[in-house]
């Protein structure tokens, strides 16, 4: 009787929300004018074409994008920023919520009126021809979507695509031809390639970078030409490139670097360089005015590389303003080149440097959460000088504290404090016993990082901690990025470990590990790779993966063996002995303007040996969480089958594994102004190498897929665009200790009782996006 009466409530309220939406988008033509109709949309329809379904998906999108007027946004078939709209009434009442419905919230009506089919179909002709659709017809036709609602449809018909027969390159004696004849091995226009306007404009740009990079500084790609004869016949056509006749003279030249000068104090608005100041000081080929000697000279050889004698090269004048730059203690970088020897066709650089103001002192409050129900604040102060040994070098400096507090009566009382300080110091070059040289943009940097911290936890332990390393940052392309550390050390010693902790932790190795001693130190490496930033991609990729390892060398030269008893220990502290990889892999896959599916695979491994049975507990992996699986609080699943309610303790979850296996799928979409919705299902779990005695269930085996958590939700995003605010609400569809013979708890799903949400519907506030 009860079930039929949350059924019943559910289906009243289902029936509810119809209606509504009914009455929301009834509301909407409410306001239309009776000779006017609210427009729909445009659509495109290709017909007589062979193409597969990826081309003319494509196609269809690219020509869409191009029709005009855009309408009136919808979600769901509503149009609910025009509602908006109209619930702020006549735009020519006034008042502040009036006002903010109308332009903050909502948007005008677009009416089938404001549509020029004429002008559309030229626009939609014109692109195809373009693309070497010469006998391209397009019509186009009205289309009824419902009372006072229009569209428009555009049928196309493109003809047959005409093709590359031959490019023709100049044959001359004179030098710059001549380069432009050998480059037509890199050309990317080759016959039997469609003919592509955009093609050709982006081979006149590349030849133009082709000729500037062997001297032709004043040559521009509007100097040369790309004829294309289409009479040859068979839809195909010939390719001539041609110099403009009217080229100027100059640009015909090829010019060599003459002096470079460099000015490493210049105000904006000030005077020209003066060549003749008596301040002025050589350093290689450099001319250094740098009165006060702020800048180390050696700093200008790494990053400038036009020198005197060599020929002018595009790819070196970019790459110099981009390494001064990257230096970071420039506000301000220009150059230019001056014509001073028109008969050797020499250049002259000038260096304009505007320093940065090079000490800076910042004072930051965080405000934090997390899923394991706890809140807190943190105060950072920082210091850094961005010049310390006049190498561009960067001294930091950073005090911080802060507490976490558990909200809720579990854990009452065992808050977190902490303070810290730590120190780092960055050379803008790579230091070490081998010369290392970068052609990249990014300036390849050396950091020195010191640091300690005290941790209170309360009526359970402290526990100070001690870390420094050694390593090296480059970026090898935009793309691109790897992290060395020769050396990352840690070491944390308990300080003071209470009776109640003790007892809790006892028989629980996890726990116990949290207060032993704990020393590591070795190198890794991290690499990562991603092209997100390119948002004109329909398909984008982000991975980073690293290797860890501790004291591995030091374990094989010790003979340490911790199977046979024989611990070794270093200033009598037991070191931790593993090897640790970990991979995040994600793809972006933007289904349109507004809305992207987002897949990520999570994986990672780490082994013990020699000097240690057990990961350190800080190396060791967790599931759950704001970040991971949101069905689940942090460090609530796992390891494997084990049972965590099996298991009465005071204090947070606490499982780790040895291993970690995780899969997330996200649907975003843009709903309206700064809000944007999402759906989401994660999945994964944690396993042990070994079986834990008291984390039955733990060890991974071929069974694993059996043992996957599953949780789903929705969620809301809010982002201004410095900030983004997440709300994520989850619940479990799978727990991997379940009692039904498989785990999945679907069936089980109860939203309309109170027990089975606070149980299983997980809130996640957080900001940032969580991949």
């Not at 050889?301 to 203690?329: A, T």
Request: charged share 25%; glycine share 8%; hydrophobic share 35%.
């Amino acid at each position: 009787m009860k079930l039929r009466k949350s059924s019943s409530k559910i289906v009243k309220n289902a029936l509810i929300g119809t209606l509504s939406l009914l009455l929301v988008s009834c509301s909407v033509t409410k306001y239309i004018p009776e000779d006017e109709a609210l427009f729909t949309g445009s659509e495109i329809k290709l017909e007589d074409v062979a193409w597969s379904k990826t081309k003319k998906f494509e196609a269809t999108e690219g020509l869409k994008a191009l029709t005009r007027p855009i309408p009136n946004s919808s979600f769901l078939g509503m149009h609910p920023k025009l509602y908006f709209y109209n619930l702020g009434g006549n735009p020519e009442k006034q008042g502040m919520i009036r006002t903010w419905l109308r332009t903050k919230m909502g948007e005008p009506p677009v009416y089938f009126s404001q549509v020029d089919a004429d002008y559309t179909s030229s626009i939609l002709s014109n692109r195809l021809e373009n693309e070497g659709f010469f006998n391209v017809m397009v019509a186009h036709d009205t289309i009824s979507s419902g009372k006072k609602k229009k569209g428009i449809v555009y049928t196309i018909k493109p003809g047959k695509q005409y093709t590359i027969r031959s490019v023709i390159y100049p044959n001359d004696s004179i030098p710059l031809l001549q380069y432009l004849g050998r480059g037509k091995k890199f050309s990317k226009l080759k016959a039997g390639q469609a003919y592509s306007l955009d093609a050709i404009k982006d081979e006149r740009v590349r030849f133009d970078n082709h000729l500037k990079n062997k001297g032709y500084y004043y040559f521009s790609a509007d100097n040369l030409l790309i004829q294309v004869d289409s009479t040859v016949g068979n839809h195909q056509v010939d390719l001539f490139v041609k110099v403009k006749k009217e080229t100027p003279e100059l640009a015909l030249q090829q010019y060599t670097i003459g002096d470079v000068y460099i000015n490493t104090d210049y105000k904006l608005g000030g005077e020209h360089f003066d060549k003749n100041d008596s301040k002025i000081y050589t350093y290689k080929d450099f001319h250094i005015l740098d009165s006060v000697k702020k800048f180390k000279p050696s700093i200008f050889d790494r990053s400038i590389y036009l020198k005197e004698g060599d020929v002018y090269n595009r790819d070196n004048h970019n790459l110099s303003l981009n390494r001064l730059v990257n230096l970071g203690v420039f506000k301000f970088v220009r150059n230019s080149f001056v014509l001073t020897d028109s008969i050797n066709h020499k250049l002259d650089v000038y260096y304009f440097l505007t320093p940065d103001k090079p000490k800076a002192l910042r004072l930051e409050l965080l405000g934090k959460t997390n899923s394991a129900s706890y809140s807190g604040a943190e105060l950072n102060l920082n210091w850094s000088h961005k010049n310390i040994f006049k190498g561009a070098e960067v001294l930091s400096v950073s005090a911080y504290g802060g507490g976490d507090f558990q909200l809720g009566s579990n854990g009452n009382g065992y808050d977190v404090y902490k303070v810290g300080l730590e120190s780092s110091i960055t050379w803008p070059r790579i230091i070490s016993p081998w010369d290392f040289s970068s052609s990249s943009s990014y300036v390849p940097k050396t950091r020195l990082t010191v640091g300690g911290e005290y941790l209170e936890r309360r009526q359970l332990y402290t526990l100070k901690s001690l870390k420094a390393s050694w390593g090296y940052l480059w970026k090898e392309s935009a793309t691109k990025e790897h992290l060395l550390n020769i050396f990352d050390g840690n070491y944390v010693s308990p300080e003071r470990v209470t009776d109640l902790y003790r007892e809790q932790a006892a028989g629980n190795p996890s726990l116990e590990r949290v207060v032993e001693k704990q020393m590591t130190f070795g190198p890794s490496y991290t690499f990562t790779y991603t092209n997100t930033m390119k948002q004109y991609k329909r398909h984008t990729f982000y991975y980073r993966g690293g290797v860890d390892f501790s004291g591995n060398i030091t374990g094989l030269i010790m003979g340490a063996n911790t199977d046979k008893g024989d611990e070794k220990r270093i200033l009598g502290i037991p070191f931790s002995q593993y090897v640790k990889t970990e991979h995040d892999f994600r793809h972006y896959m933007r289904l349109s303007k507004t809305s992207q599916l987002i897949s990520r695979f999570h994986g990672g491994i780490g082994v013990a040996y020699g000097n240690s049975k057990n990961m350190p507990y800080t190396k060791q992996f967790y599931v759950g969480g704001s970040n991971s699986l949101r069905a689940f609080r942090a460090r609530t699943i796992g390891p494997g089958t084990f049972d965590p309610h099996t298991i009465e303790s005071k204090f947070i979850a606490d499982q780790s594994g040895d291993m970690v296996l995780e899969m997330n799928l996200e649907y975003r979409k843009k709903l309206f102004s700064i809000v944007h919705g999402a759906l989401f299902v994660d999945a994964g779990n944690i396993w042990n190498l070994s079986e834990v005695p008291d984390r039955i269930g733990g060890k991974f085996s071929n069974e694993f897929y059996n043992e996957i958590a599953v949780g789903a939700g929705a969620g809301l995003r809010f982002d201004i665009t410095f900030l983004v605010l997440r709300f994520d609400f989850a619940f479990p569809l799978r727990v991997p200790y379940g009692t039904n013979g498989n785990g999945w708890v679907v069936k089980d799903i109860q939203f309309g009782d109170p027990r089975w949400r606070k149980d299983n519907l997980m809130f996640n506030f957080a900001i940032g996006y969580p991949f």
